[in-house]
């Protein structure tokens, strides 16, 4: 990195940083504003009601869920590349979104650390399990469609005795 780049991530940094402190009272006064209204209308009604195996589901739970699956697929970048590259960061995504999963050993302990409660702490979770298991099922399609060669066979192997 040039120090002319470096110069210019400090001052558009700083600048950043002073027109936020002087802008905060505003940006108060909209959250306060706006906290009502995303309350009533995403957070306090439910799409999904209390059910035996869902629920219940806000219009923000399901928003965050849509945001998380879309962040995963963007990750895949089915677009930009082969198949087998979207196979092999699938793999790579599964044991990113199993970080949550093993972070601690008792899912309290996380909602502890995270300021959430357990209830959430369980809803990301179980996001996390369901988005792991299907990049996993994915990645597993993908390498046996295929076919990567792997010898099982020592005969390439030059051994000196």
Same mark, same amino acid.
């Given at each position: 990195?040039?120090?002319?780049?470096?110069?210019?991530?400090?001052?558009? @940094?700083?600048? +950043?940083?002073?027109?936020?402190?002087?802008?905060? #009272?505003?940006?108060?006064?909209?959250?306060?504003?706006?906290? !009502?209204?995303?309350?009533?209308?995403?957070?306090? /009604?439910?799409?999904?009601?209390?059910?035996? +195996?869902?629920? !219940? =589901?806000? /219009?923000? @739970?399901?928003?965050?869920?849509?945001?998380?699956?879309?962040?995963?697929?963007?990750?895949?970048?089915? =677009?930009?590349?082969?198949?087998? /590259?979207?196979?092999?960061?699938?793999?790579?995504?599964?044991?990113?979104?199993?970080? !949550?999963? +093993?972070?601690? #050993?008792?899912?309290?302990?996380?909602?502890?650390?995270?300021?959430?409660?357990?209830?959430?702490?369980?809803?990301?979770? /179980?996001?996390? @399990?369901?988005?792991?298991?299907?990049?996993?099922?994915?990645?597993?399609?993908?390498?046996?469609?295929?076919? #990567?060669?792997? !010898?099982?066979?020592?005969?390439?192997?030059?051994?000196?005795?």
């Amino acid at each position: 990195m040039d120090t002319s780049h470096i110069y210019a991530i400090a001052l558009g @940094g700083s600048f +950043l940083l002073l027109l936020l402190i002087n802008s905060l #009272p505003m940006i108060i006064r909209l959250i306060k504003y706006l906290s !009502p209204l995303f309350s009533k209308h995403l957070t306090y /009604r439910y799409t999904v009601h209390r059910h035996r +195996l869902l629920g !219940p =589901w806000s /219009r923000a @739970g399901i928003l965050i869920q849509l945001i998380y699956i879309a962040g995963n697929i963007c990750c895949l970048k089915f =677009w930009n590349t082969t198949i087998s /590259r979207a196979g092999i960061r699938a793999g790579t995504l599964a044991i990113i979104n199993l970080i !949550p999963l +093993l972070a601690v #050993p008792h899912l309290s302990t996380l909602a502890d650390l995270l300021g959430v409660t357990l209830s959430t702490c369980h809803q990301i979770h /179980r996001s996390a @399990g369901v988005m792991a298991v299907l990049l996993s099922i994915f990645h597993l399609l993908v390498m046996i469609t295929s076919q #990567p060669s792997f !010898p099982l066979d020592n005969s390439n192997v030059n051994t000196k005795t």
